[in-house]
């Protein structure tokens, strides 16, 4: 957890990330991936029963890292196409393993570049920004339910209970896909504020906790994003951890000192 700086804006950064089973599962689907000194951060929760989840989402990290150590094209570029390369070899793979047929994941990737936040992200794992004592959530669920939240026809505590909350219309490694293809990756950039921070997370976290939950937690733990993860996945699993869980939290070099007077 080293704090680390964008020469191009002069804003530092630390960060954490880690991954539980939860309460009720044996197998851990979840995986993470929290690259501090590069400002690379990737959420990625497998799907497909058995071994096939955890096959998938660690493909998608390990594809995802590959291509985003390139400094080739620019941040969309790479993570446009560190995603649908990631998408593309999960397919393969499962093409090639009967018993891994079907796998995929959901991924939310996120790189810090010229003091902005660079997010590629497909299925229903998160990004939500603290600032000024607030929490958004920046992705958009690619499911029925979430749609509906985001519409404003459900509010969080309905879409958490809700029976069909479980259900995709985007994976990653279910079909072939080309980096631009309609309908697969979003990308959205923010600016990283010097006072902000950020949680990435998979449903495991979000469907146990609200998002006000969550900003209670980070900024009771602000300088200390090693210790809001693991609280984070502390208050999930007494939430009832009914699935596995995985979160990052990066804090910008501001966000402890702006807290103090922000805080809910």
């Not at 979003?186 to 998002?211: H, K, N, R, W």
């Amino acid at each position: 957890m080293t704090a680390v700086q964008d020469t191009k804006r002069k804003t530092t950064w630390k960060a954490w990330g880690e991954t539980h089973p939860g309460r009720e599962r044996d197998n851990n689907e979840d995986r993470v991936l929290c690259e501090t000194g590069r400002g690379i951060f990737v959420v990625a929760d497998g799907m497909g029963g058995e071994a096939a989840g955890e096959v998938a989402a660690e493909q998608a990290v390990h594809s995802i890292k590959k291509r985003l150590h390139q400094k080739t094209g620019t941040a969309a570029r790479r993570i446009r196409e560190a995603i649908a390369g990631a998408n593309n070899e999960i397919y393969r793979l499962a093409e090639r393993n009967p018993q891994w047929r079907g796998m995929a994941c959901v991924v939310t990737a996120a790189v810090i570049e010229g003091g902005v936040l660079h997010i590629g992200h497909v299925g229903d794992s998160r990004l939500y920004k603290i600032l000024d004592g607030r929490i958004r959530k920046i992705t958009s669920d690619h499911s029925p339910v979430g749609l509906r939240e985001d519409a404003g026809e459900l509010t969080e505590a309905e879409a958490k209970i809700h029976p069909r909350r479980n259900e995709v219309f985007r994976d990653v490694g279910s079909q072939p896909h080309q980096p631009d293809d309609e309908g697969f990756i979003d990308y959205v950039q923010i600016p990283f504020e010097s006072a902000a921070a950020i949680i990435l997370c998979s449903d495991g976290l979000s469907d146990m906790l609200t998002s006000d939950e969550m900003l209670r937690t980070v900024v009771a733990c602000a300088g200390r994003p090693r210790d809001s993860v693991r609280r984070l996945i502390e208050k999930a699993n007494d939430a009832g951890g009914k699935d596995n869980i995985a979160a990052i939290v990066i804090e910008a070099d501001g966000f402890a000192a702006a807290r103090a007077g922000t805080a809910p």
